[in-house]
């Protein structure tokens, strides 16, 4: 029998390349929370100019933005980063056209109460992220990176986010993305094959924590910069 | 005690099949739910309406022949049974039951409830096997095996083949049936010889047969009726991972 070689064939294989980009997406995720969290540091931990002129979260915040765009060893990870997850949009998309074609004809009763309903719509999940996703983008990663029209990205950031609905859509976008990594950080460790019973039932505690952490961070941000 | 069915009927794999609606009376909740069905056959026969046909062979649970989908559930509503060991007591008097036969594309419909699950048998072909010795059966001591491990090994081992994971699965995957026989024979010391050869072979052959892949939802794991384990597919990744990366040259 034809056996298909390599880590990204297989059923099981596309499952890998699922979890790798998957993982360097949190790892992206992880900084970005933490570049975010600059926003809405109070004007007051800044006693006295500490570095390089800045003296408060607006000089902080733009300071960071432009290290973002100039230094050229993060240019090379923001490459790695698009690459990554246009691999995981286009995987998810094979993987689930794969299993579409497997599914028999449709059970005229389906009972859910085995498995939870954000591991079986991890596919509407990530639909609802990549369309916030290119909203995120237009926003500020194309006017302040591409078209390089706006160079205050602080401002822009704060005006943007003083319309309620561009609010909603951010609390959307993040509540979809908290129950995504819940699902999908254990998912991609069992997909990886790391399978020691006591690892496993500690990284699905992890994964929730760390996903409930992340959501509530990321999603207190728009609201903290709405009423300030 | 009385109950609705509406149970699939479907002439072969090529015809259209619906629900057809039966109403049952005067049954006994001791009785299981094939024997429910025989005594439904019977009435059907004597009418000179041809039976329902469903699979099913020892009725003790063991043999993994039933199948079944029963209101949603694979193999009933108990959990970690077969639906020849499910019984009536499991259902209220005056209940609807919606009875669908086992579904995946993998598994076409030959008749009514009846499936064809040789896609399974095809996998098992694949790898799921050792080299050994023709002959008398070895001494049983002849290689130490830790208790632990053969214990861990034969709860792999008692995958019966049923279907209800793929029945289950949301991308109708068999990726628990595939892990259970990959981890049973990865965990022995006489599985090692194919160790790497097998779970590529049998992933290829999965892949083959049309299944689809894991989602790690966790569904298949909470229908087994011999309680196999979800870290079992996880298991089946690494060994997967290890044969890939892994020369033995």
Redesign the interface.
């Known amino acids: 029998m034809a056996v298909k070689k390599g880590l990204f064939k297989t059923s099981v294989g596309r499952k890998n390349l699922m979890a790798f980009t998957g993982l360097f997406i949190i790892f992206f995720l992880v900084i970005h929370l933490i570049g975010n969290l600059i926003l809405v540091i109070p004007n007051s931990f800044f006693p006295i100019e500490f570095w390089n002129n800045v003296a408060n979260g607006h000089d902080m915040y733009n300071a960071y933005s432009h290290f973002l765009v100039h230094f050229w060893p993060v240019t090379i990870v923001a490459y790695i980063l698009y690459v990554a997850i246009i691999t995981h949009i286009i995987d998810a998309l094979l993987i689930t056209l794969q299993n579409k074609k497997s599914q028999g004809e449709k059970y005229i009763v389906t009972d859910n109460s085995t498995s939870s309903w954000y591991s079986r719509n991890m596919g509407i999940l990530g639909t609802v992220i990549g369309v916030f996703l290119v909203i995120h983008m237009a926003q500020f990663w194309l006017q302040y990176k591409v078209l390089k029209v706006e160079h205050d990205l602080y401002e822009l950031v704060l005006a943007t986010l003083k319309t309620w609905w561009f609010v909603l859509v951010y609390e959307i976008g993040i509540i979809a993305l908290g129950f995504h990594l819940v699902h999908g950080i254990e998912s991609a460790h069992r997909s990886l094959g790391i399978y020691p019973k006591k690892i496993m039932n500690t990284i699905k505690y992890i994964a929730l924590c760390f996903s409930l952490v992340m959501a509530i961070l990321y999603a207190i941000i728009p609201i903290i910069l709405y009423f300030k | 005690m009385k109950l609705t069915l ?1 149970i ?1 009927r479907q002439e072969n794999a090529k015809s259209k ?1 619906k ?1 057809v609606t039966y109403k049952m009376s005067d049954l006994s909740e001791d009785m299981s739910f094939l024997e429910m069905l025989d005594v439904l056959n019977q009435s059907l026969a004597i009418k000179g309406e041809r039976v329902i046909e469903f699979d099913h062979d020892c009725r003790e649970g063991i043999c993994g022949q039933c199948s079944l ?1 029963i ?3 694979a193999h009933g509503p108990e959990s970690h049974y077969t639906t020849c060991q499910t019984h009536l007591r499991s259902f209220k008097d005056g209940d609807t039951l ?1 009875v ?1 036969p086992f ?6 419909v030959i008749r009514d409830l009846k499936v064809d699950r040789s896609s399974m048998d095809k996998i098992i072909q ?1 790898g799921g096997y050792i080299s050994s010795f023709t002959g008398m059966a070895p001494e049983a001591n002849a290689i130490p095996i830790h208790h632990d491990i053969a214990e861990s090994a034969f709860d792999s081992a008692a995958c019966i083949g049923c279907g209800a994971c793929v029945a ?1 699965c ?4 068999a ?1 628990l049936f595939v892990s259970a026989k990959i981890s049973h024979l990865a965990k022995l010391p006489q599985g090692k010889v194919e160790r790497e050869e097998r779970v ?2 049998m ?6 047969e ?10 298949c794991a ?2 087994c009726p011999q309680e196999v384990q ?2 079992d ?10 044969a ?2 892994h020369s033995k040259e």
């Open positions: 509406k699939w099949g629900m989908v209101n949603g559930q919606f669908e579904r995946a594309n993998s598994f076409p694949a289950t949301k991308n109708s995957s990726a590529q072979w992933v290829n052959a999965h892949d083959n049309g299944f689809g892949s894991c989602s790690n939802t966790g569904a909470m229908v979800l870290i597919i996880t298991r089946m990744n690494y060994e997967y991972n290890r890939v990366c």
